[in-house]
């Protein structure tokens, strides 16, 4: 019996979780959205079998339900389902980052048919909406599952299989520990980077020629503050408990650093520095575990065209797959860095090879 699958909400996520359903799987793949020209996008790429306005009518045609809206929809959602008799089974399951309110809207679900479980799966893109879908957006990326007392074994294993051809890692967790967790990790970090760009802009107000000069570092580690103002903001105050704390935190953090300077422990400092350059090459470490590793080569190339295509025609015609390229700097008419991350140390050491005899300048970190 062919299964249906609903996704509802078609944004970056949503459609390429639809995407990735509907090619790799038998399923069915119903969208849902109020956005017409997105459900038309939706229709006319192939991304769904079906799109739909009325979500009460859509979701009870249904095996699983993935919602997939922003946050503070996503709870309106859930509330609606609530309300709606279900006479047949029904996996329900979302991708908020956010847990805490989700779950406590799960809560009001008593329909026995309704099994529901929590999801976040930890991929993204500096894109936003359905044209940005891909259906391998999720490959290796870190999937949370939550489930809730309504979720049996068997449900949680029909939703691995759904999701099995998306090749991310499950893992599971209760709300609050990822709550903290991702606050940790990926929200208060968002905040962070928003915070450094304001003090920039402020600066620039003295020295005009702040943007040309903020190149390098500054671009890394600001990049996630271009990310949807919006859905950030529905974050950080859903999940504002922990926010705060981990503002407070920070603060406290901050207050010792300053001391240190202002007092010139240059001996602290420098022990400082030293912990956190161990804690973060260890986030990089070696070992199998869920979060998979990454091995870089770092490459010098020249501003030239033609330059970046060259490195990979050379690594791709030796059978070397690439799983992720970046930047670090390159100005005109001067050598840049490009960074090439492999998931396996042999593929890394025989690309830093065949590199250095074509005449390529490279290095390893260890």
Known sequence: MEQKVLVAGLGL?????????????????YGYDTNPSTLEYSRMNGITDAVSTDFEEVIQKVDICILAAPVSVTVDLIHQISHIAFENKIIITDVSSVKG????????????????????????????????SKGHLFENAIYVLTPTESSTSNDINDLKTLLFHTKSKF???DADEHDEMTGVISHFPHLIASSLVHQAKSWQKKHPYIPKLAAGGFRDITRIASSNPSMWKDIFFLNKDKMSTLLAD????????????????NEKIQKYLE????????????????????????????DQPGALLKVIEILANQAISINNIEILEIREGITGVLRLSFQDKN????????LKRNGYETMIEE
């Open 347 to 354: 593929d890394q050491v025989v690309s830093n090879a065949i």
């Open 171 to 173: 893992l599971i967790l």
């Open 13 to 29: 996520i949503g459609g390429s979780l639809a995407l990735n359903i509907k090619k790799n799987t038998n399923a069915f793949v």
């Open 101 to 132: 309110p989700v779950m406590e809207a799960a809560l009001s679900i008593t329909n026995p048919n309704i099994s529901f479980i929590g999801g976040h799966p930890m991929a993204g893109s500096h894109k936003k909406g359905i044209q940005a």
């Open 275 to 302: 912990e956190a350059k161990d804690f973060r090459d260890g986030l990089d470490s070696k070992k199998k575990g869920v979060i998979p590793s990454f091995y870089d080569l770092y490459v010098d190339i020249f």
């Open 250 to 265: 920070w603060i406290k953090e901050m207050t010792e650093i300053k001391e240190l300077i202002d007092s010139g422990e």
